[in-house]
């Protein structure tokens, strides 16, 4: 997905609102919450050149989030997304993990679009249901 799709959908559907594209700019990733109850949405969004990704933000390895700080995903040079809780390393690209205990697996990637400026969850989506699959077993 890159800007020009957004030309392509002008409605702005603001209960799908990820964020704003400007939001990336500070770190090169943001970490989203949407929908409500114990096990809403949870995912992030990552800047890779002039595209923009999105995944549930839970490692393939043990389930944790990705992150330990709000809105910090990358390594230290922005080139990767770092599971900062046993250093797992997955391409901003295609989710795929590329080091680390799940190597060869991948980010569940969550679609996206983007509409004048904003990170929208794609239309084809359905938030509730991304979340429920997310969620832990019980
Ligand atoms: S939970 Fe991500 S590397 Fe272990």
Redesign the pocket.
Known sequence: MSDADSAQSPVLDVERVVCRLSDLDEHGSRAFTIGRGDWPLRGLVVKAGSEVRGYINS?P????P?NLRPHQFLTADGALIL?C????LFEKLTGFCLA???AGRSLRPIPLQLVSGFVLLADSVAADKLADDAAPLP
């Open positions: 490692c390895h043990a389930g944790h990705l599971c809780s046993h250093g797992a680390g205990p799940c």
